[in-house]
């Protein structure tokens, strides 16, 4: 694995000019193909991509949301993430918490630090916003997803339950 290319990225706040890129990225049908093999959704990659529009469009708009993006020297975006941070409760000292979505890197530049730096990145700007938990979801089988987790210091705490109707 060369890290010469996650040294080089920076990682910042996505522009609104990015919108349409970062929406390639979380709608590559490589990843849509293996979650409609395990998850039995059927769901087109047009559906799957005005889906993610929507979804990244109303993250914008909420001041919860924050979505970054990994960006090359020559300003290509290679990677996104979005959180959303809140309380997990209504009492204003309950604890500030953030629930990670979508870390997505272009298959170009995958297994070459860019995701781990994203996640460092995150792990820095959610200390600096005093958030005191993490939490986010990934399919148990994400062989690409769950090592860098576990070796992050993550802990698989639950099962997330679905039912299609």
């Given amino acids: 694995m060369s890290t010469e290319i996650?040294?080089?990225?920076?990682?910042?706040?996505?522009?609104f000019t990015e919108l349409e890129r970062a929406i390639e990225l979380v709608s590559q049908p490589s990843i849509e193909e293996e979650a409609k093999k395990t998850s039995g959704f059927k769901r087109t990659e047009s559906e799957v991509r005005l889906e993610n529009m929507a979804i990244f469009r109303a993250y914008l708009d909420n001041p919860q949301y924050r979505v970054y993006v990994a960006r090359t020297p020559q300003e290509k975006v290679i990677g996104v993430m979005a959180v959303q941070i809140k309380r997990q409760g209504f009492h204003p000292k309950a604890p500030l918490c953030a629930f990670g979505s979508d870390l997505a890197v272009d298959p170009a530049y995958r297994r070459q630090g860019i995701a781990r730096k994203m996640f460092h990145f995150l792990m820095?700007?959610?200390r600096r916003a005093q958030v005191e938990y993490f939490t986010f979801t990934v399919r148990k089988d994400n062989e690409r997803a769950l090592p860098l987790y576990l070796d992050e210091g993550c802990q698989i705490t639950e099962y997330v339950m679905m039912k299609e109707l």
Avoid: P, Q, T, V
């Fill in 6 to 15: 996650a040294n080089s990225i920076s990682i910042g706040r996505i522009k």
């Fill in 124 to 126: 820095d700007e959610l």
